[in-house]
C-alpha cells in the first residue's frame, strides 16, 4: 500500500480541526499529523512534519493564511496547500491562487468532497469549488479594464500621466485620501504591485488614452 | 495676547480707545453666544444656517454664504443669506468648487481682499450673481480637513479688517467641532442597528457556521464508523449530516443578507430598501416601501436618486414627526419615478424661508438636474409633503451599469425549509450565497 497522504490542519476554531480530524482519520490514505490554529505554527509544522497537504483557514488571528501559504510555498515546496474558508470573494481567491494555493474549497464542502480534493490535490491537480472556478475564468476572459468605476479610470489616466496622488486629488477636487482608496483599488484590479506598474500596464494594455 | 493683536491693528483708526474695546467686546460676547448655541444645536442644517448668520452679523456682511463640499467637485451643501430666492433661482445651479471657492478649499487658509476679483483664480460671476467687491472667505476645519468655507461680501466699511477675519475664524473653529458633532449625531443612531447587525453576522459565522461545519464532519464520521454493525444508527447520522449541511446553507445566506449594501454591487433597489430599513428601526417609524428592481440605470443615476431619496427621507423624518412614510421607486414606459412622501403637517411652499427647508431641495434639484430628471415638491399645512423624481424614458442610459445585469432581484433573505441530503443550493449557482462578484 502506498504511504498516506500527511495532512495539516491549519484553523483557529478548534471544533472545526477535530470535526475534520475525526472524519479524515477514517480515510484510508489520509493521515492527519498535525493542528495548527494559527498561520506562523503551519509554516512550521509543514516544514518539521513532512506534509503532504495543508488545508488552511484564510483569516486566522496568528498569522493570516494568504502569507502562510506564500512561505510553505517557499520554504517546504513539496507541501500542497488547500484553501478551506468561509470566504469567497475576488480579493482572496486571486490573492491565495497567487500565492500558490492548488484548492481553493468553501467550508461547506461535504466530507466525501473534501476528501477527494484532497486525494486529487496530491496527485498534483488543482481544486476549486465551483464558485471559485467561475471567478478565476471570469477574471481570465475579462477583457482588461473591464471592472473599472468611471472614477477609477480618471484616477488612472492621471496616474499614467505620471500625476502624484496630491495632484490628482486637485485636479479631480477629491481628497487626497480618496485618491489613495482609488490606487489601491486599481492595484488590485489590475493584479499589480505598484504605481508605476499599474502606469505602465494602463499604458501597454491601452486602458487609458 | 490677541488684545495687543486688536490694538495694534485696529486702535489707531480714529475711533477713541475706549469705544473701540467697547465695541470689541460686544463682538466676542456675540461670538461667544454663537458659539455656545451651535455647540447645542445637533441637527445638521441648523448648525450650518446659525454658522452663517451669525459669521454674516459678526463683520455686518451684507452677503454670505456657507459651502460644504462633496468631494467629488460639487457641492453638498450651500446656503446664502443676503440673496433673494427669485436671484438665486435666476442664478440656477450651485456652484462647482474651482475658481476663488476652490482655491480657498485646497489652500486650507482665510482668504481677504479688497476686490475679489483681483484673485489669480478668479473666473467670473454666473448672469444674474450680484458683483461682488471686498470679500472675505474663511476655511471650517475639522482635524485636518477642510469640511466647508464661509465667504462673506459686502461690507459697509469697504473692505474687510484683519480683525473681522479673526473673528470668522474664531467662529470657524467652533463650527467645525460642531458640524462634525452633528454629523456624528446624525449618523449615530444609524450606525448603531449597522453595527448591531454586523456583530450579529459575525456571532454567527464563528460561532454557529463553524461548528455545523464541524458537526456535518461528525456525523459523517460516526456514520462511518456505525457503518454495517448499526444501518439504522448510519441512516441517523447520514441524515444530521445533511441537515446540518442545509443549514450551513441557510448561514451563508442569512450572513449574506445581513452584510452591508453597496451601491456598487448591490444596485440601488437593494441599497434603498437597506437604507430605508436601518432608518425604520433607528427611528422607530413606519415607512412602507414599493420597490422595484431592474430598472436599467447607470450607477450615476442610482447614485443620484439615492443621495435625493435620503435627502427626502431626512426631511421627513425630520419634519413628519413620527407619521408614516411611503417611499416608492418605479418604472413605466414613460421613465423611472421616484417618490418619498409623509403625512405629517406639511408646510406652505411659498411661506419657506431660504433656510433648511430650501436648502435641501436646492441639493435635490441639483442631483436630479445633472441626471436630467426633474424634482416636484407638493406639500401644504395639514397634506403632509411629497418628493417626486421622475427621470423620463429619454434621459435612461441604453446600458445599465455593469454589476446591474449580474445582480437578481432585491429579495430580503427569507429561510427555506431545511433540505435533506443532497447538495447545498449554492453549489448550483445560487444567488444569495456567492455575492455578485466585484463591481
Redesign the interface.
Known amino acids: 500500500m502506498p504511504e498516506p497522504i500527511r495532512i495539516l490542519l491549519a484553523d483557529d476554531?478548534e471544533?472545526?480541526r477535530?470535526?475534520?480530524r475525526?472524519?479524515l482519520?477514517?480515510q484510508q490514505d489520509i493521515v492527519v499529523v498535525g493542528e495548527a490554529g494559527g498561520g506562523r505554527d503551519a509554516v512550521r509544522l509543514a516544514r518539521e512534519l513532512e506534509v503532504d497537504v495543508v488545508l488552511m483557514d484564510l483569516v486566522m488571528p496568528d498569522g493570516d493564511g494568504i502569507s502562510a501559504i506564500r512561505q510553505i510555498r517557499e520554504q517546504t515546496p513539496a507541501a500542497k496547500v488547500v484553501v478551506l474558508t468561509?470566504y469567497?470573494?475576488?480579493?482572496n481567491v486571486f490573492a491565495a491562487v497567487q500565492a500558490g494555493a492548488a484548492g481553493y474549497l468553501l467550508?461547506?464542502v461535504?466530507?466525501?468532497d473534501l476528501a477527494a480534493a484532497i486525494r486529487q490535490v496530491h496527485g498534483g491537480q488543482a481544486a476549486l469549488h465551483?464558485?471559485v472556478a467561475t471567478?478565476l475564468m471570469?477574471r481570465a476572459t475579462q477583457p482588461p479594464g473591464?471592472?473599472f468605476?468611471?472614477r477609477e479610470r480618471d484616477v488612472l489616466r492621471l496616474l499614467a500621466a505620471g500625476f502624484a496622488n496630491k495632484e490628482i486629488a486637485?485636479k479631480?477636487?477629491?481628497?487626497e485620501k480618496?485618491v489613495k482608496t482609488h490606487v489601491s483599488s486599481l492595484l488590485q484590479?489590475l493584479n499589480v504591485q505598484d504605481r508605476t506598474q499599474a502606469a505602465v500596464k494602463a499604458v501597454r494594455e491601452r486602458l487609458v488614452e | 495676547m490677541i488684545d495687543r493683536r486688536y490694538r495694534d491693528q485696529d486702535m489707531g483708526t480714529g475711533e477713541s480707545s475706549r469705544e473701540g474695546w467697547r465695541k470689541r467686546a460686544q463682538q466676542l460676547a456675540a461670538l461667544n453666544r454663537a458659539a455656545l448655541t451651535i455647540a447645542e444645536e445637533l441637527d445638521l442644517d441648523s448648525v450650518l444656517t446659525t454658522i452663517l448668520r451669525t459669521a454674516a452679523s459678526l463683520v455686518r456682511a451684507r452677503y454670505g454664504a456657507l459651502g460644504v463640499?462633496d468631494?467629488?467637485?460639487g457641492f453638498d451643501r450651500f446656503l446664502t443669506v443676503g440673496i433673494s430666492d427669485t436671484t438665486a433661482r435666476r442664478i440656477g445651479d450651485l456652484p462647482r468648487?474651482?475658481g476663488v471657492l476652490?482655491a480657498l478649499?485646497?489652500a486650507g487658509q482665510p482668504i481677504r481682499m479688497a476686490d475679489i476679483r483681483q484673485h489669480p483664480d478668479f473666473n467670473w460671476f454666473p448672469a444674474h450673481h450680484p458683483v461682488l467687491k471686498a470679500f472675505l472667505g474663511v476655511p471650517i476645519r475639522y482635524r485636518a480637513?477642510t469640511i466647508g468655507e464661509v465667504y462673506l461680501s459686502g461690507t459697509p466699511a469697504g473692505s474687510f479688517s484683519k480683525r473681522d477675519e479673526e473673528l470668522v475664524s474664531m467662529l470657524a473653529s467652533h463650527a467645525g467641532v460642531a458640524i462634525a458633532t452633528a454629523r456624528l449625531y446624525r449618523q449615530s443612531t444609524e450606525l448603531a442597528v449597522l453595527e448591531e447587525r454586523e456583530r450579529v453576522a459575525r456571532e454567527l459565522?464563528?460561532a454557529v457556521?463553524?461548528?455545523l461545519?464541524?458537526?456535518?464532519?461528525?456525523a459523517?464520521?460516526a456514520a462511518?464508523?456505525a457503518g454495517a454493525e448499526s444501518p439504522a444508527a448510519a441512516a441517523a447520522l447520514e441524515r444530521l449530516?445533511g441537515q446540518a449541511?442545509a443549514a450551513?446553507?441557510e448561514m451563508?445566506g442569512l450572513v449574506y443578507a445581513l452584510r452591508p449594501k453597496s451601491l456598487?454591487r448591490d444596485g440601488l433597489a437593494v441599497a434603498l430598501s437597506d437604507h430605508v430599513e436601518v432608518l425604520r428601526r433607528s427611528h422607530g417609524i413606519a415607512i412602507e416601501t414599493g420597490i422595484q428592481a431592474e430598472l436599467g440605470l447607470s450607477?450615476?443615476q442610482e447614485t443620484a436618486l439615492l443621495r435625493i431619496a435620503q435627502e427626502a427621507l431626512q426631511n421627513s423624518l425630520k419634519h413628519a414627526n413620527g407619521a408614516p412614510i411611503r417611499v416608492a421607486l418605479r418604472r413605466s414606459r414613460a421613465g423611472v419615478e421616484l417618490v418619498v412622501a409623509d403625512s405629517g403637517a406639511g408646510f406652505d411652499i411659498e411661506q419657506v424661508p431660504r433656510t433648511v427647508m430650501t436648502m435641501g431641495l436646492t441639493t435635490m434639484r441639483d442631483r436630479a438636474a445633472a441626471i436630467k430628471a426633474s424634482v416636484e415638491v407638493n406639500s401644504s399645512p395639514g397634506a403632509g409633503t411629497e418628493v417626486r423624481v421622475f427621470l423620463p424614458a429619454r434621459s435612461l442610459s441604453p446600458t445599465a451599469h455593469?454589476g446591474a445585469a449580474r445582480r437578481g432581484a432585491p429579495v430580503p433573505f427569507r429561510p427555506r425549509p431545511l433540505r435533506g441530503r443532497g447538495?447545498?443550493p449554492?453549489?448550483v449557482?445560487r444567488s444569495v450565497g456567492?455575492?455578485g462578484?466585484?463591481?
Open positions: 476554531h471544533v472545526v477535530q470535526g475534520l475525526r472524519f482519520e477514517l468561509s469567497v470573494d475576488d480579493a467550508k461547506d461535504r466530507p466525501e465551483p464558485d471567478r471570469r473591464a471592472g468605476t468611471p486637485r479631480l477636487a477629491i481628497s480618496t484590479k | 463640499p468631494g467629488r467637485g468648487v474651482h476652490g478649499l485646497r480637513e459565522h464563528d457556521s463553524q461548528t461545519f464541524s458537526l456535518m464532519y461528525e459523517r464520521a462511518l464508523e449530516e449541511s450551513l446553507g451563508r456598487e450607477l450615476d455593469p447538495r447545498p449554492h453549489m449557482g456567492s455575492p462578484g466585484d463591481a
